[in-house]
């Protein structure tokens, strides 16, 4: 009796929990939408009077000190930053971006055509806040690429540094990219996780040697598992490391398991010091079924495995992943950031996913 009254406050005290997180979630996306919008305004202002020749530099300058000496409780407008606000306003009112907002259906009217003068910010630029789209425009020269991390970091939650590491790790291209690498299991089984599980994972902060163990990398990742499930993405918990499982009286390990809240799956981690081999997916399959018959709860999914090599041969990976319908994938590590150019492509498979 005294487990069925505690349930029953837990699951009061949740709904209190509930109501108030949720209120405080809109009163900060109020007080976000109220930056832009001041932001967007006084970047369009500034914007006409440059454009107008009427402007230059010094002006701007001039402006800064006297909305300072006006008001000295101002904050953040400085030179640079009217300047951002100028970036924000021109980037997001250009016809190049409305072109896209009327594809992707970002708050903006089909066929609508705005004026520079008079254009009206998107609601869709609420997704993030003002400084995440200084970083993003200062950081991504393409269209594609701000609108993709708009939505990711919104997705993500991620602030200006998580932000940050994401662009310079190249997750655009990570979750853009087809992948040979997922089987035809996961794919089927969550048509949504092209768009969730990178192929190519950063550990740069692992300072990983030339030569190395799988348990020096895995004891690596442990002691810097912020840093990985960042990595990973947001969504994934971590629950153990060398996790056993027992099968016909004998000890199996498997390297790291999480739990994923969005799919509400485990996620199995085998990790790999050396290349891709095929024979790997079988051990990978092997540690699934034991997962989903004697560890996974009767209200979760199938259970999920990633393999995380040091190098990835694209060519066998297909072939090895071609008929395999256990939800499993092959992830390569990368130990030192490479600064590569971001490869433009279209985002129709992502707008829905990362919007709602």
């Known amino acids: 009796m005294t487990e069925l009254v505690e349930n ?10 509930e109501i108030i997180t949720n209120r405080r979630a809109r009163a900060s996306q109020a007080v976000n939408y109220e930056v832009l919008l001041c932001a967007w305004e006084v970047g369009a ?29 101002l904050r953040g407008y400085g030179r640079r930053n009217i300047y951002n606000m100028v970036a924000l306003y021109e980037a997001y009112s250009s016809l190049v971006f ?26 869709f630029l609420s997704l993030t806040t003002f400084t995440n789209h200084i970083e993003i425009l200062n950081r991504c020269k393409t269209v594609e690429e701000r609108i993709f991390y708009i939505m990711y970091a919104h997705k993500e ?14 997750a655009f291209s990570s979750l853009a990219i087809g992948k040979p690498s997922l ?46 499930i960042l990595a990973l993405g947001k969504d994934f918990i971590y629950m153990d490391t060398e996790f056993p499982i027992i099968v016909g009286g004998s000890i199996f390990k498997i ?11 485990l996620v199995a981690i085998e990790l790999k010091s050396g290349d891709f081999k095929p024979k790997d997916i079988g051990q990978l399959e092997f540690y699934l079924e034991a997962l989903d018959r004697d ?4 209200n979760e999914n199938l259970s999920i495995g990633i393999l995380l090599c040091r190098n990835v041969n694209r060519s066998i990976v297909e072939y090895a992943m071609s008929r395999s319908m256990s939800p499993t994938m092959v992830a390569e590590y990368k130990r030192k950031l490479v ?16 919007l709602y």
């Open 255 to 265: 390297d790291l398991l999480f739990f994923h809240r969005g799919l509400q799956c």
């Open 295 to 298: 560890v996974k709860r009767s």
């Open 8 to 17: 029953k406050e837990n699951n009061e005290f949740r709904q209190v929990l």
């Open 45 to 73: 202002f500034v914007s006409r009077r440059i454009n107008d020749g009427g402007w230059g530099a010094k002006t701007v300058t001039e402006l800064s000190e006297y909305l300072r000496t006006q008001d000295p409780t």
């Open 339 to 354: 600064p590569k150019e971001v490869l433009q492509k279209t985002l129709d498979e992502f707008g829905d996913f990362f």
């Open 183 to 228: 089987s035809s299991g996961l794919k089927s089984e969550y048509p949504n996780s092209p768009m969730i599980f990178k192929d190519e994972l950063f550990v740069d902060f692992l300072g990983l040697p030339e030569r190395y163990s799988e348990k020096r990398l895995r004891t690596g990742l442990i002691d810097h598992m912020k840093d990985f």
């Open 157 to 170: 939650r991620l602030n200006i540094n998580e932000l940050r590491r994401s662009i310079m790790t190249d």
């Open 98 to 123: 409305q072109d896209y907002a009327v594809k992707f259906n970002l708050n903006l009217a089909k066929n609508q055509i705005v004026q520079f003068e008079t254009a009206q910010i998107p609601a």
